[in-house]
T-cell receptor
Framework: AQSVAQPEDQVNVAEGNPLTVKCTYSVSGNPYLFWYVQYPNRGLQFLLK??????LVKGSYGFEAEFNKSQTSFHLKKPSALVSDSALYFCAVRDGSGGFKTIFGAGTRLFVKA | DTGVSQDPRHKITKRGQNVTFRCDPISEHNRLYWYRQTLGQGPEFLTY????????KSRLLSDRFSAERPKGSFSTLEIQRTEQGDSAMYLCASSSSGQGAPRVNEQFFGPGTRLTVL
C-alpha cells in the first residue's frame, strides 16, 4: 500500500534563509512523487514532480526537491525563502507501476518571517 | 486554458438528503480525479476516470457515493443519504496522459465544493 509521511506539521524560517520541508514515502512499485502548494483561499497548485531521471528536480517559484531512493525521501527545498512562500505544502505519491491512485501527505504549514 | 471548475462552491444540506456536485475539467484532459479533504488533512483519493471509464475507486468509499463521467467530459459526484461525517471539501482534478506532453501526470485542481451537512 502507498503512504506518505510529512513529519513536520509546521516549519518556521526567516526570510532569506534556506528552507526544507520533509517527505518520506512508501510504494511497492516505481514512485511517482509530487509536491503541491495550497495558498489561503486558493486551490492546490502543482510545484514539481519526479517521475524518472535526475534525482534533483526543479519546479515553480525556485523550489526544488531531491529524490533519495535509499531513504525513500523526497524533501522540498529552496535556497532562499520569501515571505510569499508561506503556505501549506503537500507531498504526494503514486505507484508508477500501475494504477492512478495518488496518496497525499497531511501537509506541512510553512511560515516565513520577515 | 480556463482551468478546472466546480459547481457549486458551497453546499449546505440536512442529514439524509442527497447532493450532487459537478466538475468541468480542462477540456483536453482525459484523466479526472475526485478527492475529499477535511480540515488539517491532505486530499483523500476517492475515484479516478480515464475518459468515461471509472478505473479506480477507493475501498474507503461508501456505497452512498457514486461518480459518473458521461462522454468523458464533465463529471458528477453524488452522495446519497448524507451524514454529518460527509462534511468536507470535495476536490476535482484533471490531467493529461498525452505521450511526451510536458505536463503529463500533473494534476490541475479545481477550487472545490465545500459541503456542510447539518
Amino acid at each position: 500500500a502507498q503512504s506518505v509521511a510529512q513529519p513536520e506539521d509546521q516549519v518556521n524560517v526567516a526570510e532569506g534563509n534556506p528552507l526544507t520541508v520533509k517527505c518520506t514515502y512508501s510504494v511497492s512499485g516505481n514512485p511517482y512523487l509530487f509536491w503541491y502548494v495550497q495558498y489561503p483561499n486558493r486551490g492546490l497548485q502543482f510545484l514539481l514532480k519526479y517521475i524518472t531521471g535526475d534525482n534533483l528536480v526543479k519546479g515553480s517559484y525556485g523550489f526544488e526537491a531531491e529524490f533519495n531512493k535509499s531513504q525513500t525521501s523526497f524533501h522540498l527545498k529552496k535556497p532562499s525563502a520569501l515571505v510569499s512562500d508561506s503556505a501549506l505544502y503537500f507531498c504526494a505519491v503514486r505507484d508508477g507501476s500501475g494504477g492512478f491512485k495518488t496518496i497525499f501527505g497531511a501537509g506541512t504549514r510553512l511560515f516565513v518571517k520577515a | 486554458d480556463t482551468g478546472v471548475s466546480q459547481d457549486p462552491r458551497h453546499k449546505i444540506t440536512k442529514r439524509g438528503q442527497n447532493v450532487t456536485f459537478r466538475c468541468d475539467p480542462i477540456s483536453e484532459h482525459n484523466r479526472l480525479y475526485w478527492y475529499r479533504q477535511t480540515l488539517g488533512q491532505g486530499p483523500e483519493f476517492l475515484t479516478y476516470f480515464q475518459n468515461e471509464a471509472q478505473l479506480e475507486k477507493s475501498r474507503l468509499l461508501s456505497d452512498r457515493f457514486s461518480a459518473e463521467r458521461p462522454k468523458g467530459s464533465f463529471s458528477t459526484l453524488e452522495i446519497q443519504r448524507t451524514e454529518q461525517g460527509d462534511s468536507a471539501m470535495y476536490l476535482c482534478a484533471s490531467s493529461s496522459s498525452g505521450q511526451g506532453a510536458p505536463r503529463v501526470n500533473e494534476q490541475f485542481f479545481g477550487p472545490g465544493t465545500r459541503l456542510t451537512v447539518l
